[in-house]
């Protein structure tokens, strides 16, 4: 079983930066594929990012394609989402997902103000 926790959301204006992280307990981390994923109000959710158990195979939405950037540590059993060049259109909850596992995070709040 595997139980993640995710944070670093915040307010931040257009064209600014944040860094999400999410910790993951359980299953031994290194084991399995991780996932971001974002739902912004009266939307569904939607897969932002994801990679591989070994950190070397990084995939995007096309939304998020040169902005955002899926990086893991095995060793600190984290996967981090950097987010730059930040929108309104990037506000939303923020989740991180193992899919294997089928586990979620409680998400992280991410507010771009124009």
């Known amino acids: 079983q595997v139980h993640l926790v995710e944070f670093g959301g915040g307010l931040v204006q257009t064209g600014g930066s944040l860094r999400l992280f999410c910790a993951a307990s359980g299953r031994p981390f290194n084991d399995y594929a991780m996932a971001w994923f974002r739902q912004a109000p009266g939307k569904e959710r939607e897969w932002v990012a994801a990679?591989?158990?070994?950190?070397?195979?990084?995939k995007y939405t096309d939304f998020v394609k040169g902005r955002f950037t899926i990086s893991r540590d095995n060793a600190k059993n984290t996967v981090y989402l950097q987010m730059n060049n930040l929108t309104p259109e990037d506000t939303a909850v923020y989740y991180c997902?193992?899919?294997?596992?089928?586990?979620w995070g409680q998400g992280t709040q991410v507010t771009v103000s124009a």
């Open positions: 997902n193992a899919p294997a596992g089928n586990a």
């Open positions: 990679i591989d158990d070994e950190g070397t195979r990084p």
